[in-house]
T-cell receptor, first 112, second 114 residues
Framework: GENVEQHPSTLSVQEGDSAVIKCTYS??????FPWYKQELGKGPQLIID?????GEKKDQRIAVTLNKTAKHFSLHITETQPEDSAVYFC???????????FGKGTKLSVKP | KAGVTQTPRYLIKTRGQQVTLSCSPI?????VSWYQQTPGQGLQFLFE???????NKGNFPGRFSGRQFSNSRSEMNVSTLELGDSALYLCASSPQRESTDTQYFGPGTRLTVL
């Protein structure tokens, strides 16, 4: 079945620096790749997503890139702020089932 | 629009009991999916309901079941609770059941099994 691997598991950056989180997926039929942010005590919140017909998407300080040939996609956060501290999850869907398969998460800490 | 709501937010049960969790999707959304989140296994797909029918199921034992009502609200049930069922149970809704539909998550129900 589909498998999504996410790296790193923890990431610590200084405020103002950039943060990059990378994910790989196994099912070449996957066609939708969302990123979620989860804060303590809350459910995952969608921050950006990309569909397989697009290579890059940007929303203010957040960008996602997709390389379908290599089956990997990445989240880029620029000018990080302390409120960006949270756990970030990548996911992939599509193929025969269509449900979301999540990576294990990255705990991002932004130090002021 | 109101977001996805889940009730109750917290539950404490003992081994062997059963539990029912409820999810109200975003208005107009017809697909509801359930996920289990644990520190060890992360977020794992339980099942998906659309038009009152289970369309997709993850790799969980038959003790985990669910249903969806005509107004798209969904419930999930866990029977004969085990300690390992302690987890955050998340519900997500999407407009249809296209694989590219965005799924919006609720705050979850924290289940503790003693």
């Amino acid at each position: 079945g589909e498998n999504v691997e996410q790296h790193p598991s923890t990431l610590s950056v200084q405020e103002g620096d950039s943060a990059v989180i990378k994910c790989t997926y196994s099912d070449s039929a996957s066609n939708y790749f969302p990123w979620y942010k989860q804060e303590l005590g809350k459910g995952p919140q969608l921050i950006i997503d990309i569909r397989s017909n697009v290579g890059e998407k940007k929303d203010q300080r957040i960008a996602v890139t997709l390389n379908k040939t290599a089956k990997h996609f990445s989240l880029h956060i620029t000018e990080t702020q302390p409120e960006d501290s949270a756990v970030y999850f990548c996911a992939a869907t599509g193929g025969s089932q269509g449900n979301l398969i999540f990576g294990k998460g990255t705990k991002l800490s932004v130090k002021p | 629009k109101a977001g996805v709501t889940q009730t109750p937010r917290y539950l404490i049960k003992t081994r062997g009991q059963q539990v029912t969790l409820s999810c109200s999707p975003i208005s107009g959304h017809r697909s509801v999916s359930w996920y289990q989140q644990t520190p060890g296994q992360g977020l794992q797909f339980l099942f998906e309901y659309f038009s009152e029918t289970q369309r997709n199921k993850g790799n969980f034992p038959g003790r985990f079941s669910g249903r969806q009502f005509s107004n798209s609200r969904s419930e999930m049930n866990v029977s004969t609770l085990e300690l390992g069922d302690s987890a955050l149970y998340l519900c997500a809704s999407s407009p249809q059941r296209e694989s590219t539909d965005t799924q919006y998550f609720g705050p979850g129900t924290r289940l503790t099994v003693l």
